[in-house]
């Protein structure tokens, strides 16, 4: 090999990297970020895991509850009057539905990069909860179809910076071990905003219609919209940043946070000065093939949920009156609330995530086909529990994307948002599916296919990560001289992130792909 310069980075606990030793596959000593954490790291780890699920996760959980209460609260509207009050036909109630999710994926990898970039998760997260807050207690005012299609756009686009900005936020915090099952606990916000959000829109109907001249829809936008711009005002001041900003922890458990985040990736989780832009993480999210799996993946899972934005009106073809239809909806969320922390406590426990994503699969397809084939009361609304089981699949992708993508940091957080973008994509297209009630099977027709479509995917993200992890093993093993071929990949490992070849094999040497 060319001669090379010596960079910081090859002086490893005080002893200097030979690279001929380096490319033969025998590197002189373990970099001092590879060790396991002693004893004593572990006792601190567990007081610092504890520290965390206390504030930050009731925290996000708050805010995703009030940010699906918020975005979906226009499927109750529609029971409330609202399409009476405006004047809707179907397609322009279902333009007025998609119109929010062009802006969303519009502002998902900008943002995302924002973030990462500005690294003040607390004041970012916070002032784009204030502002979807407001646009919804502005909503409550919209006279005709051009007022409520403008408010949705302008609410995705405030929306946006949350979702995809959490669970980079998220990933900054856990290690891939612990994600899964928090990411359940992150996502039972959206579940119980499925159900309480519909239990206070029975109330408001049933207690507020017609007060100071509103009507019962208004007052559900107004209510709401002001609960989430105090909670935003709360986010900021409340929320922590990273582990080593927050004042809260000692330098003791900062040093173990960034201990234990270093050595489940495989490398400090930074982005090293001068070796990773935004840009460059960017273009590296866009280079690798699990980006696209991925996002195609939820693309499927995120179109086959999109009853989530019918389901009073599905609740209806029971044959209930409106609050009555607004109740219905309640009992299937709170089922899955507390089977998605099973589900996803079990997929981290066993340290899986194929077939946790898998199986749920075939139980909403049959539930899908029920409700397609059957109008009596009892079989239609057991089917509406199988159907909810694509919910359970979301706990377990959103851990997917940090473990399969787990570093650099910028890569890390183009690629969530790519993913998220991409994924809610589906939901610009799938309302103008629900037609020909009381059925619906064009709509969930579509549902079923998506939901192949994200089998499909599955199953070759299965594949290639466990090619992955093959190339990760013949890199660990030091008796077997690298390829060319290897070497060539860790050459440009190390030009894209800004360090040496001897550190680039050795990030490797221990990590594997969740699978």
């Known amino acids: 090999m060319a001669d090379r310069i010596v960079h910081d980075s090859d ?37 610092l895991r504890f520290k965390i699920d206390c504030l930050i996760m009731p925290l996000v959980i708050l805010v995703y509850l009030m940010n699906y209460i918020d975005r979906n609260n226009y499927a109750a509207a529609k029971l409330q009057g609202l399409v009476e009050d405006l004047g809707l036909n179907n397609t322009q109630y279902q333009v007025g539905l998609s119109i929010l999710f062009v802006a969303y994926v519009l502002m998902q990898v900008p943002s995302n990069l924002l973030l990462n970039y500005c690294g003040k998760p607390s004041w970012y997260i916070g002032f784009f909860v204030i502002a979807w807050g407001l646009v919804s207690c502005l909503t409550s005012q919209v006279k005709s179809y051009g007022g409520i299609v403008a408010c949705r756009f302008i609410l995705g686009l405030v929306e946006a910076p949350f979702f995809a900005g959490v669970l980079f936020y998220l990933s900054k915090w856990y290690t891939k071990g612990e994600l899964s099952f928090r990411m359940a606990v ?43 711009m105090f909670i935003g005002i709360v986010i900021c001041f409340i929320l922590p940043d990273f582990p080593d900003t927050w004042s809260r922890l ?57 009853f989530q934005n019918f389901f009073p009106t599905l609740t209806a073809t029971l044959g209930f009156n409106h609050i009555d239809s607004l109740l219905l909806v309640a009992p299937p969320y709170i089922f899955m609330v507390i089977y998605s922390f099973v589900n996803s406590w079990a997929s981290d426990k066993l340290n899986h995530r194929f077939w946790f994503f898998v199986y749920p699969i075939p139980i909403t397809i049959v539930g899908f086909v029920v409700f397609m084939t059957t109008s009596s009361f009892g079989p239609r609304y057991f089917s509406m529990f199988l159907m909810i089981f694509v919910f359970a699949q979301n706990g377990i992708i959103y851990a997917w994307i940090a473990n399969a993508i787990p570093r650099p940091p910028a890569k890390r957080a183009a690629a969530l948002a790519f993913v998220n973008s991409v994924g809610n994509a589906a939901s610009i297209w799938t309302p103008f599916t629900y037609i020909d009630p009381p059925d619906y099977r064009p709509a969930l027709g579509a549902c079923i296919g998506l939901q192949v479509v994200a089998l499909i995917c599955a199953v070759i993200l299965r594949w ?52």
């Not at 509103?214 to 709401?224: P, R």
């Not at 195609?296 to 999109?306: E, K, N």
């Not at 990760?472 to 040496?500: C, F, W, Y």
């Not at 050795?506 to 990590?511: G, I, P």
Request: aromatic letters at 8%; proline letters at 3%; one cysteine or more.
């Open 186 to 228: 992150f996502y039972s916000g959206s579940l119980l905003s499925g159900a309480f959000g519909n239990l206070i829109a029975a109330g408001i109907l049933s207690g507020l219609a017609g007060s100071l001249g509103m009507s019962a829809w208004q007052w559900l936008y107004v209510i709401e919209g002001a609960i989430t």
């Open 250 to 306: 000692s330098p003791e458990m900062k040093h173990v946070a960034n201990r234990r985040l270093a050595l489940d990736a495989a490398e400090a989780d930074v982005d090293l000065p001068g070796g990773m832009s935004q840009w460059t993480g960017c273009k590296l999210a866009f280079k690798d093939p699990k980006t696209y799996l991925l996002a195609i993946a939820y693309h499927g899972i995120t179109g086959a949920s999109g």
């Open 464 to 515: 290639y990560l466990q090619r992955q992890n093959k190339y990760l093993s013949a890199l660990q093993n030091e008796d077997v001289p690298l390829r060319e071929e290897d070497l060539a990949k860790l050459r440009k490992t190390a030009e894209m992130e800004g360090i040496d070849i001897a550190l680039a094999r050795r990030q490797a040497k221990d990590y594997r792909y969740m699978i």
């Open 11 to 47: 002086i490893l606990g005080g002893e200097k990297l030979d690279m001929a030793q380096v490319e033969n596959g025998s590197p002189s000593r373990e970099p001092l970020h590879m060790m396991a954490l002693s004893e004593h790291e572990l006792g601190v780890e567990k007081k």
